[in-house]
């Protein structure tokens, strides 16, 4: 069983050419590349609302859904208050939000997340001033009832995923995951897997930017046992999901 | 794999609707899901396939049944023939419905499924043919049991054996079956909405299908000292159509389920979150064990002593009645919706290779 743990859908503000994806084109990718369910998120130009009344009781395809959370939104609260026992993620995301996760203005909705047992995605990039892994771990050290998934592997690079996932192990952030969104080089997933252990990484895509079947083969071709690549493509997501209060 | 995941259930009876409510559960989370029936319900529940075998549903077997009952349970109990004449009864009845029941896979194409579920843990056959040949055949077996079928008549050790999963919706199952695997039931809360009521009289309802076991003439003392001091409606609802009585509990601020009943706080059901749905506030007499298990409840958790006080706090306090609706719904919707209990199941068949 494949879940996408990490899917856009919508429309991209200018920082990606106010590039726009449908739930139906997101359904046929998912299914022609052999995904079960996938969880769904907006864009950066699509609002929670709208998302989430296309997704949530699609008939044709299985989603769970991520709220994105930027606390500028002023829908934002109450879109949580009406929904939140059918949101099973939150999402933050750094770089767009132009503000560390460790900002002031996140810690309400981490203090819920947390209360819920409700797992947090967070981009992590290059961007290290503001989209350091580093800010997730401190983040993990005061929330330590959140799931938090860095996202493209604690920063999308082989130095960062290396130095994230030993530092992850090192210090035993036992409620950090890694996601494995839109990250290539199979060689450094393969050596971070190791380290953290199976039982911590999740698949994602990153669809509508990246195409899950770009992504499989490489949980596939993982030196890893069969039963630990099933943890990474469907059994850590549903425990987390399952587990949420 | 990309495509439904077919799964079927088997039980006896739709039991107060629960077999279905899995069923619907199911379909809604993208699983392909059917129910066979052996008996049709008396209830007016839906049904899916029934099969419409022969009960022996008189007095004398009810009386049959009844005997077999055990007044103190205290562990795992298998079942067993009470006597080589109820073996040959059902060897008998096994032979009788043969027919049926094959004409029945063949029609409904009945192996062509992924996950079998044996709703109340029994097979088609008394002798668990249908089970075994499944099993034979790859697919995965689940028993989920409801009430009297794991307390009173007991499990199929064979079945229990060849068991992939076995599943609760009951409490105290619990703790007769080390290991079984308690999930909250499924029920359909959002399509249910919380009406505007704006009654003169606090209204009370109770609707009770077994009054012994709701308590029901200890709830209505109670209810009589209560009218003495304040001015409340109470309604007592009983049977009655399910359409007529969701009609009436659309117009109630408070409810009684089970309070000093025979089976002295054994929780609630479906009817309570029912209740909680429609944002009704709800009395519920528990055992201290399923309290501690529970942590986290919106009931008014009371006893037949301590009734009185609860009611006349709920009826003079509009702000604690206000927070028990919202408090309800809210719970109802985090532990009994389709989505969270199907999450917490499609875990259970990862965890069990059944996914």
Known sequence: MIIDSHIHIGKWSEVFFNYTSTVEQAIYVMKSSGVDAAVCMPTDSTSNHELFAQTIDNRDFKFYYMAWINPMDPELDKFLENNINRISLFKIHPSLQKRRITDPSFVKYLALAESRRIPVVVHCGRWQEIASYKFCLEVSVMFPGIPLILAHMGGDQPGLIMECAIEIARNRYNNVYLGTESVREFYFVNNAVKIVGADKVIFGSDYNLGLPSMYIPLIESLDIPATDKEQIFSGNILRLISNRS | ?355
């Open chain 2, 1 to 355: 794999m990309n495509r439904l995941i077919k799964v079927l259930h088997i039980a006896p009876q739709n039991f107060a609707g629960m077999p279905m409510d899995f069923v619907n559960m199911q379909n809604a989370n993208h699983y392909k899901a059917r129910l066979v029936t052996m008996y049709p319900n008396t209830l007016k529940f839906p049904e899916d396939i029934c099969l419409n075998l022969n009960s022996h549903t008189g007095k004398y077997a009810k009386k049959w049944r009844d005997s077999k009952i055990d007044a103190k349970v205290s562990g795992l109990k298998y079942y067993k023939s009470k006597n080589p004449i109820e073996a040959l009864y059902f060897k008998l009845r096994d032979l009788k419905n043969t027919p049926k029941i094959f004409s029945a896979i063949n029609h409904y194409d009945l192996f062509d499924y992924d996950i079998y579920h044996f709703d109340g843990g029994m097979d088609l056959f008394r002798d668990l043919r249908f089970a075994r040949k499944i099993k034979s055949l790859g697919k995965k077996i689940v028993c989920c049991y409801f009430g009297s079928d794991l307390r009173t008549r007991g499990i199929f050790k064979d079945l229990d054996e060849i068991s992939d999963l076995n599943l609760t919706v009951e409490f105290d199952h619990t703790q007769l079956y080390p290991g079984i695997n308690y999930l909250f039931f499924p029920f359909d809360v959002h399509q249910y909405k919380i009406p505007i009521r704006n009654n003169s009289k606090i209204k009370i309802i109770h609707s009770p299908t077994n009054r012994l076991f709701k308590g029901t003439d200890k709830i209505i003392e109670v209810i009589r000292e209560v009218e003495a001091v304040r001015q409340i409606e109470f309604v007592l609802v009983e049977n009655m159509d399910r359409e007529e009585v969701l009609k009436i509990k659309s117009t109630c601020d408070l409810a009684i389920d089970q309070v000093g009943g025979i089976a002295g706080g054994s929780g609630y059901g479906k009817n309570s979150i029912e209740n909680l749905s429609m944002g009704i506030p709800t009395f519920v007499e528990f055992s201290s064990g399923y309290l501690d298990f529970l942590k986290e409840n919106p009931f008014i958790a009371c006893n037949i002593n301590n009734l009185k006080e609860r009611l006349l706090q709920l009826i003079d306090n509009e702000q604690l009645r206000r927070a028990k609706i919202n408090e309800g719904r809210a719970w109802a919707e985090k532990y009994h919706s389709y989505r969270s209990v199907n999450d917490k199941l499609d875990l259970l068949y990862y965890d069990n290779k059944i996914i």
